[in-house]
């Protein structure tokens, strides 16, 4: 399995940026699906970004154009660079991964994410 951590959540003004990381305990090169999620108060958890192994990437139509999904093999390390970022981002941010080697999700702990109006 793999253990998963992610970091760079914070305070941010509306259309400003940020850079989530997710460290994972292994290498990453042959996890099938990298993702990240988020969870608002009172709403469930939806995806928001996800990469495969083959490069495809998959995004929820309400952060297309703003947020970027990118592996780094060599770091074992997954990003999500968030731009222009809006009040409705506010959420606590998951990482996830997906893999055969596995049952089941992985999800790291989470990271805080709140945008000002």
């Known amino acids: 399995q793999v253990q998963l951590v992610e970091s760079g959540g914070g305070l941010v003004q509306a259309g400003g940026s940020l850079r989530l990381s997710c460290a994972a305990s292994?290498?990453?090169?042959?996890?099938?699906?990298m993702g990240w999620y988020r969870q608002a108060p009172g709403k469930q958890r939806e995806l928001v970004a996800a990469s495969t192994t083959v490069g495809r990437t998959n995004y929820a139509d309400s952060v297309k154009g703003r947020f970027t999904i990118s592996r780094d093999n060599a770091n074992n390390t997954v990003y999500l660079q968030m731009n222009s970022l809006k009040p409705e981002d506010t959420a606590v941010y998951y990482c996830?991964?997906?893999?055969?080697?596995?049952?089941?999700?992985?999800w790291g702990q989470g990271t805080q994410v709140t945008v000002s109006s």
């Open positions: 996830r991964a997906d893999s055969i080697l596995w049952v089941g999700p992985i």
């Open positions: 292994r290498s990453i090169f042959s996890i099938d699906t």
